[in-house]
């Protein structure tokens, strides 16, 4: 596979960073959002947005990938190879995922997955094609918009390298002119080390390429700004794809950001420990805006409802017992049962709490993902080609061990 790599400002981009420690149809579908969580959360300025190729997001990988964002405290990934039909939303944890993926087969598809913090934020996200997803979210004082993608490789031929870019320009159509815009994703392209006007920054690598210059042309034509060659890092810490030998490392992952509010990214790097079994690397950026949280109506308690105590059931059927139908309204007598209903489900039953752990993979397999994340970390690629594939079938029979015990 042909892999090339707000509102308020507080610094420039282009001085160095300091270091960071782990902090398909064009026709576009608007999808309103609606928020599964509470919202009493703090309002913060400073947030984590990411990018990943995850090169294939099974069930089991889905779940490292979420442990990644805890261990990491990012609060907006967005995801591209997803490899996923159709499109959607769910809640999985205190995640809420979206995404945005082929009708007819499981290529291509991108996917945004948020934390419970930044899910308050997001107004709707708009489908554009199983290659461009949008998030829209609500700041103050303007609003903001991130888009996720991935770009077709350099062995595209040019129809389908210019129809994604058609489609990406009529997204940034679709976007309210003065809201501030991020792209985000795998662009499969090399724009190399050297500056060029506000575009690329200094800190680059390797020599560009023609889907680098095609990049930049984008990014001209639309004042964009590629934020991770602005900020001086080590090599290491730039490069965001691996090849298979691991003797080619390029950098063809990367952030965007409108010109005009270059400043609110005060730092950006990769994240070379992180691990999914992925050849990309996780791009992490810190962006410092303002936000609004938006107001949804509140949903009621999660009851847990495993193991219903017996004074539950016995309250409620002598207070059924004292209840006179006799020539009650329908709507009164319902009123009654669900106030009986829910007096005793508030004294006997107990909330049920969110477990953020994974409740089919087993502690084996888990294990095997974190020897593989330390294996990537110290270079040891033939233990991560090992343990990635006894990854994969550790979880294909977690999933089967879990799927036979809830059908017995």
């Not at 261990?71 to 995640?95: A, P, T």
């Not at 303002?290 to 004074?311: E, F, Q, V, Y």
């Not at 089919?360 to 110290?378: G, P, Q, V």
Request: charged fraction near 25%.
């Amino acid at each position: 596979m042909g892999k090339g790599l707000a509102p308020y400002p507080v610094s420039s981009c282009c001085l160095a960073n300091s270091s960071d420690k782990p902090f398909t149809d064009p026709s576009a579908q608007i999808v309103n959002n609606v928020n599964p969580f509470p919202t009493n959360v703090r309002i913060a300025d400073s947030h984590k947005i990411a990018t990943w190729n995850v090169r294939g997001l099974s069930s089991g990988k889905l779940d490292i990938v979420k442990s990644e964002m805890r261990r990491l405290n990012i609060d907006l990934l967005g995801i591209s190879e997803v490899h996923w039909k159709n499109n959607g939303c769910f809640q999985s944890d205190d995640f809420v995922i979206y995404y945005s993926g082929n009708e007819h087969m499981k290529r291509n598809a991108v996917a945004f997955i948020t934390s419970k913090k930044f899910s308050h934020f997001i107004e709707s996200h708009t489908i554009i094609s199983d290659r461009i997803i949008l998030i829209h979210v609500r700041g103050k004082p303007l609003h903001l918009t991130f888009i996720q993608v991935y770009c077709p490789t350099t062995a595209a031929n040019d129809y389908q390298i210019n129809t994604f870019y058609d489609e990406l320009q009529d997204s940034l159509r679709k976007t309210p002119k003065n809201a501030i815009i991020y792209i985000l994703g795998d662009f499969n392209a090399k724009v190399g080390s050297l500056k060029h006007n506000d575009t690329v920054g200094n800190f680059g690598l390797g020599l560009r390429n023609d889907a680098g210059d095609r990049l930049i042309q984008f990014c001209e034509e639309n004042r964009f700004r590629i934020t991770n060659t602005c900020f001086q890092q080590p090599k290491r810490r730039l490069y965001t794809w691996t090849s298979p030998d691991g003797k080619t490392r390029n950098q063809i992952d990367y952030i965007l950001c409108s010109n005009r509010w270059k400043s609110s990214i005060t730092a950006i790097k990769t994240f070379p420990g992180a691990d999914c079994g992925s050849d990309h690397e996780l791009l992490v950026a810190k962006i410092r805006v303002r936000l609004s949280r938006i107001k949804h109506k509140k949903h009621g308690r999660n009851l847990d409802l495993r193991n219903i105590p017996s004074a539950f059931s016995a309250q409620v059927e002598e207070n059924f017992k004292l209840l006179d139908t006799n020539g009650a309204a329908p709507e009164v007598l319902w009123l009654s049962i669900k106030s009986i209903i829910n007096t005793a489900a508030e004294k006997h039953l107990s909330i049920k709490k969110s477990d953020s752990k994974c409740d089919w993979l087993s502690e084996d397999t888990i294990k095997i993902a974190l020897c593989r994340r330390e294996a990537k970390a110290s270079g040891r690629k033939k233990d991560v080609v090992f343990l990635n594939a006894k990854f994969r079938h550790a979880v294909r029979k977690d999933k089967n061990e879990y799927w036979q015990k809830c059908c017995t």
